[in-house]
């Protein structure tokens, strides 16, 4: 069966869907082909009945992600505060103790962190974001992973295991992985056109990327996006090859193939290596692709009959500097109703690597106990818990998003948007800003919607 | 169409066809299933005509590459020593200085060479071989690239440059891009079980692993092992999918489907992850083997009618530190026969990222002006060019081997050869030994055969 559109779009993301709307707004026919049985890519939401919802995806918003918000509010998709009231919990090799905002009590990584927070956001602000090979030092800045430039100057370890504690969410990595250039270009993309990234707005709840949730969870943006396209939207049909000529695209499913004049590739880059193109993607694009590896972690979620810890005065919000946790960092992911419960926690990097090959009632109990350090005995009882690891998805494979290694971005990051004949690129790995958020996803989708309709005309 | 067999070998290159004559020898039945047209994987013979050959691949042989040496003499292929003699020529911002053994003459970097090379020495015996992270260290190691490692008490940059175009053919990467384990543990597998590897034997024509080539060419070695296989290879007959069950295991091609009791996967891990998986790949090996990603490397061949250097006093070898030159390292690799003359350049790494995107007639001027710094304005003319960008090659995307990025041998690399089941791992990419060599390939080849008789018993 051969179907004709003016643009295929793979990928029912949030990326994807995006373009879809905005390409169909100019007039244009759209088809979305998605490999899941459900839209929403990384954002999936999680049914706890009683009209209950979380996310066993990307979840959070907070501010300078302007782009999310403004396509929220259009959907008419509110949000709520994420809960930030009363004590943090800081769990040090097994011992708890509490804190209040900002950088955990830990006096071996108080001063290293400090320093290095300064020294982080003075660089990115060198950073040209569009163009991080052209920062100065860039070549030095991509000769070395974030462990080597973050070591720099500091007394102890400490300053380094807290960013590795926040990169096991952020990055599903350590900062081994990644490449000093790139840490500082992702957190300097953490703002916008007025207002430059800091580390800050990565990390915090209140001001930062955990400030808010979505009423109803994050995936309502996709399926009220969905909704809007009706029958544009084939699923389960995973695109296993696309052909391109002069004139014509093709993307090929088990099911039937597409035509089109042009076509959107809104996927992890590493997935889309694996599509069989003809002719072959140019060799430095594929290059590149091949090295947007994802992270690896999952998101744990333990659900009980109230949120318990609150009125003991606790935020259930847990970072842990702790062998023997799964758990990296943990939240209060309760729906907004106050009612479940739900603790939250990252199970990221070395902790996924270490704890995802175990048994799942090993893994579960180990997270719970964990939990446990945080909030009390109460939370090795819960109602049911909620695993979600994102590395076996098939049509992810990892999470949050891709990392690059030294010497990536300066060798080869110029090629990341580079359309390819009649395919143009999408994903939340394709924004300068928010790279691997949701936000990121929205922009990549606007831009490359216009991209389009620059080369093609709007039909409107 | 469904087929049955033993075991299914997929790939035709040096590992997957000893994997399979070691397997029928056990009295086994097997078939090879190989996306190309041809056999050989990474080594391919190119013709020159009037029954010479040259080869657009991997090519050389040299001490303590045991296993493939012994292979060929099994096989009745001879060898012959690279063309050594004469005076090498050293290439510097376009000022050519000749040389005899060894290092460069580069006052700039010699003191740092020296050190780096004896520190690098001394250190890779400390390394145990088939466990790196194990090593004393590990974890530092790991946690930076090879470039902040050599840096380290280098007086100037010359030490970490002449490294660097090592790796440009090596790794077809920089020593931004390796780890300092991953470089450590690759120099300590050239050699063999009675052998240390040593920095030494990577580079050196004569005593090293440039120090030999095979009569006929390389692929010779793939294409006596194919006639010995007669019709239990089937070509361009790429894979596409893999399905296992408790029993079984099916391997899916566009012609036909193949069951067996086990398979081997003998390609590129990076390409392993683009066969679709039923079940899914182990997370763990799936986010090693998409870090397993492939450098870039070209080879450009020039031809003339004879080698016209030799009678000027001069090796053809040529060393290029020189921001000008697509070429990295050269060498006369004209055939056992004298004639034709041939110079082979090695464009890879950075130089590959710079030229590869040019025009094809603008590369070759460029790669022929390098040749002539060396040996002449001769090297203008010649009767022909034979280009082969591995980037290029569906089945391949890359070469020559695969380098790891800080924090990957550490992390996952334990996951490296584990059997999925009743699928089984090869490749030159699993070997310890000579990693990513022609020996290396026929190593892994042996063991996956050997494993497999251990877990199904042979027949004879």
Redesign the interface.
């Known amino acids: 069966m051969i179907s004709n559109t003016d643009v295929i779009v793979v990928g029912a993301g949030l990326a994807g869907l995006t373009a879809a709307r905005a390409l169909r707004a100019k007039g244009l026919d759209i088809h979305v082909l998605e490999a899941r049985d459900r839209v929403g890519g990384r954002t999936v939401n999680h049914d706890l009945g009683g009209g209950h919802v979380v996310e066993a995806g990307g979840q959070f918003v907070g501010p300078t992600q302007d782009h999310v918000l403004k396509l929220a509010a259009e959907l008419g998709v509110g949000t709520f505060p994420a809960y930030d009231s009363g004590a943090n919990t800081y769990v040090k090799n097994g011992k708890a103790r509490r804190f209040s905002r900002g950088v955990p009590p830990d006096v071996t990584a108080l001063p290293d962190i400090g320093r290095l927070i300064a020294r982080l956001d003075r660089l990115t602000r060198t950073i040209p974001l569009a163009e991080p090979w052209r920062t100065p030092n860039a070549r030095e800045l ?4 974030l ?2 430039w973050a070591r720099r100057g500091a007394l102890t370890d400490g300053g380094l295991d807290l960013l590795n504690i926040l990169l096991g969410s952020a990055f599903g ?5 990644a490449s000093a250039l790139f840490g500082l270009w992702y957190f300097a993309g953490a703002g916008n056109e007025h207002t430059p990234g800091t580390m800050a707005r990565i990390t915090n709840v209140s001001g930062g990327a955990q400030e808010s949730r979505f009423v109803g969870g994050s995936q309502r943006l996709s399926l009220l996006l969905a909704e809007g396209l009706g029958d544009a939207i084939t699923l389960s049909a995973p695109v ?1 090859a696309i052909d391109q000529t002069a004139t014509e695209v093709a993307a090929h499913t088990d099911g039937g193939t597409w035509t089109a004049k042009r076509i959107v590739v809104a996927v992890p880059p ?1 997935l889309a ?2 599509i069989t193109w003809s002719p ?1 993607l ?3 694009q ?2 590149l692709f ?2 947007m ?2 992270g ?1 972690l999952a998101k744990v979620e333990a659900v009980y009959p109230e949120p318990f810890w609150r009125e003991a005065g606790l935020s259930g919000q847990g970072v842990f500097r702790d062998p023997a946790s799964p758990v990296c960092s943990m939240f209060d992911n309760s729906p907004p109703e106050g009612g479940p419960g739900v603790l939250m926690g990252f199970v990221g ?2 902790q996924w ?1 270490n704890w ?2 175990k048994p799942a009632k090993e893994r579960r109990g180990a997270v719970l106990r964990a939990f446990s350090a945080v909030v009390g005995a109460r939370a090795l009882q819960p109602s049911s818990v909620i695993e979600k ?1 994102w ?2 998805e ?1 049509w992810t ?2 999470g949050p998003t891709s990392v690059l ?4 971005l ?3 990051g110029r090629w990341r948007d580079v359309p390819f004949g009649r395919v143009h690129w999408a994903g939340a790995e394709h924004s300068d800003y928010w790279n691997g958020y949701m936000d990121g996803a929205v922009r990549s989708g606007e831009q490359v919607a216009s991209e389009i309709i620059g080369a093609e005309g709007a039909l409107s």
Do not use: I, K, M, S
């Open positions: 991509d000769a070395e992973t462990t080597t990595g350590t900062a081994n992985e296993r590493h290596t694996r072959l140019p060799a430095p594929e290059a091949q090295r590896t994802f690896t990097a070395r690597r995802a090959p690891d590395t076996a098939e494979r990892g290694a030294p010497g990536v300066t060798e080869l």
